[in-house]
């Protein structure tokens, strides 16, 4: 049974400094899950053609995503 990569992030904050020893089995299935999204070329196009329509965007507009999709003040 694989273990969720969040296991990894659980095991560090509860074992502080000791991570390195005490999580080399979360740390490996946390590799393994990353290793096939960066193998799978699905999902690279997917990422690609999202980046390509944000470039696109910013070229459009001049305002990056992220300052785009915060929200204005209500009141000044």
Known sequence: ????????????????????????????ALKECLTAYYNDPAFYEECKMEYLKEREEFRKTGIPTKKRLQKLPTSM
Do not use: H, Q, W, Y
């Open 1 to 28: 049974m694989a273990l969720d990569p969040a296991d990894f992030t659980k095991c560090c904050k509860e074992s502080g400094i000791l991570m390195v020893v005490k999580c080399r089995k979360e740390n490996s």
